[in-house]
């Protein structure tokens, strides 16, 4: 097993680095740099250079900047994300999306505006 972010089309919670179970509440800012899957309740910031999954049964109010962020569950709040966001069919987000790639899937609620920014050709 290699200490890799899982990659964002193929998440196995096996894969995942940490989990935040579904009987778990958290209020403040979690930081990290690989992947975490919340399927719990979290109040406040997220802030992480790798790949956030939120769970189906996760409730997430919080501002959150990821690299990658996978949603199954429900948030509220605004998310940035240097890569891509991808709302699966049983999410749902209340809040703004600013990231380069968004796939937002049949069936899934988004209420906010998206901001799509393509990389610079100098970069």
Do not use: W
Not at 11 to 19: A, L, Q
Not at 28 to 46: C, D, H, N, W, Y
Not at 49 to 77: D, H, M, P
Not at 101 to 113: A, K, L, P, R
């Amino acid at each position: 097993m290699t200490n890799a972010t899982p990659s964002v089309s193929e998440v196995v919670e096996k894969d995942v680095t940490t989990i935040l179970a579904d009987d778990l509440e958290i209020e403040g800012t979690i930081k990290f740099k690989s992947s975490l899957m919340i399927k719990g309740v979290l109040k406040g910031e997220i802030i992480s250079e790798g790949l956030l999954i939120v769970g189906s049964t996760a409730k997430v109010t919080a501002t959150i900047t990821t690299k990658n962020l996978i949603s199954y569950g429900e948030i509220q709040g605004d998310v940035t994300a240097s890569e891509q966001v991808i709302l699966k069919s049983t999410a749902v987000h209340n809040g703004n999306v600013t990231t380069r790639n968004v796939t937002i899937e049949n069936g899934s609620v988004f209420n906010g505006s998206c901001i799509m920014k393509r990389e610079s050709a100098d970069s």
